[in-house]
């Protein structure tokens, strides 16, 4: 893997840390239920995403 696409890598991964901490610390939030387990959900799929790059490494 070339020096540019392990940036990439890098990059992907620093986006996906911070969307799921942005998602879990939403769904510690909100107070509507529906809301609350989207914003879970989300963040759990961004941590799928973030082993899914980690796999590439």
């Known amino acids: ?3 540019k696409e392990l940036n990439y ?6 986006h996906e ?7 879990k610390e ?3 939030q ?3 239920p ?3 387990q989207y914003a879970q959900q989300l963040a ?3 941590q799928q995403l973030f082993a899914q790059f980690m796999q590439l490494v």
Do not use: Y
Not at 9 to 14: C, H, N, P, R
Not at 17 to 23: G, K, P, V, Y
């Open 1 to 3: 893997m070339s020096p």
């Open 9 to 14: 890598i890098e990059d992907a991964l620093g």
């Open 17 to 23: 840390q911070f969307l799921q901490t942005q998602c």
């Open 26 to 28: 939403a769904a510690e």
């Open 30 to 32: 909100l107070q509507d």
């Open 34 to 36: 529906q809301l609350k």
């Open 44 to 46: 759990d799929k961004h």
